[in-house]
């Protein structure tokens, strides 16, 4: 027979389990998950009348986000390597006014190559200031951001660059692959190389422990300065292709394509479960990080906010976003 101490027990043991369970888990790995569906269900409850469910809203919610998300998926790396990168939405802009202004004089593939070009220049000039001379990647791709906005404006003297090849606007951004725009696709494929490779792949696993420990990194035999510039310069050519999307999508090349775009990238990342300080990433978080950005402008719009207070409300974003940053 059992003794009432020992039948309380019992009862209480799996409360305790559940208790231990529910006290271990890292919630902060899935705010980003959680967020997304409240603010999901919030709009759809103050918004359904105004067309947020409808397919064509929905569609136009991943169109819009998928640049910021190729951007964000390259920013992953750089900061799973303890590094950052502010010069993103400046390189798109130069790489579109390029693109624009190649295809033009030679054609659609050295438009093309131009745009590349562009990104790998300016994301090797990056990658080598930071792990050759040793400068803190917050200066360099600081100054490089004035540098490569500055150039765009200066070779179109501010005039937007007309792109009329229809070959190239549908590649790029504006032709759908039947009814799933070729935005989304590409989107689609950056995340999902992103994430092979940042989590199945060596490089990957070399990216994580040299923002984790740069020394003990350093000791295990990996070589922290070639990641380092290795990064720097994939998210160069990442930031690159993310203008040819933008002239693509908006039929030409344009300085102020990619304006400010480095911080919605980086909010995307940090909000996404990244940490701000190195050693961990996960590209699938980065993606749901732009999409709520993306739901979350979308839905400030068809509420009526004027810019002025969707900008507020984008800076809290990134306040909130830094705040969960998670600490080793």
């Known amino acids: ?90 390189i798109a802009g130069l790489s579109s006014v390029v693109t624009a202004m190649s295809i033009s004089a030679f054609g659609v593939v050295p438009g093309i190559a131009a745009g590349l070009v562009v990104g790998v220049v300016v994301g090797g000039i990056n990658g080598t200031l930071v792990s050759l001379l040793g400068i803190p990647s917050f200066l360099v791709t600081l100054g490089m951001l004035g540098v490569a906005v500055g150039t765009a404006q200066w070779i179109t003297n501010s005039a937007p660059q007309p792109i009329l090849s229809d070959a190239f606007n549908n590649m790029f951004g504006s032709g759908n692959i039947g009814p799933v725009p070729s935005l989304v696709i590409w989107a689609a494929v950056f995340v999902a190389a992103g994430a092979l490779v940042l989590s199945r792949t060596k490089f990957g696993r070399q990216v994580l422990a040299t923002g984790g420990n740069r020394k003990a990194a350093d000791f295990t035999g990996i070589n922290t300065k070639r990641i380092k510039f290795t990064v720097l310069l994939l998210s160069g050519v990442v930031a690159s292709i993310a203008g040819m999307l933008y002239a693509g999508r908006l039929q030409s090349g344009r300085f102020q394509w990619g304006d ?62 830094v705040a969960l940053a998670r600490r080793k």
């Open 1 to 90: 027979m059992q003794t009432p101490t020992s039948a309380q027990s019992i009862d209480a043991a799996p409360k305790r389990t559940i208790s231990t369970t529910l006290a271990g888990i890292d919630w902060r790995r899935y705010v980003i998950y959680i967020g997304f569906v409240v603010v999901f269900i919030f709009f759809a409850i103050l918004l359904g009348n105004q067309g947020f469910l409808s397919a064509t809203n929905l569609l136009n919610i991943l169109r819009q986000t998928s640049t910021i998300m190729v951007i964000a998926v390259g920013m992953t790396y750089v900061i799973s390597a303890a590094e950052i990168d502010l010069s993103v939405g400046s």
């Open 260 to 321: 400010g775009d480095e911080l919605s990238a980086i909010a995307a990342v940090i909000l996404g479960g990244t940490s701000l300080f190195g050693g961990s990433g996960t590209v699938i978080g980065t993606m749901f990080g732009a999409l709520l950005i993306g739901l979350i402008n979308n839905g400030l719009v068809l509420a009526g906010l004027d810019s002025s207070q969707q900008q507020i409300v984008r800076g809290a974003i990134i306040i909130l976003a």
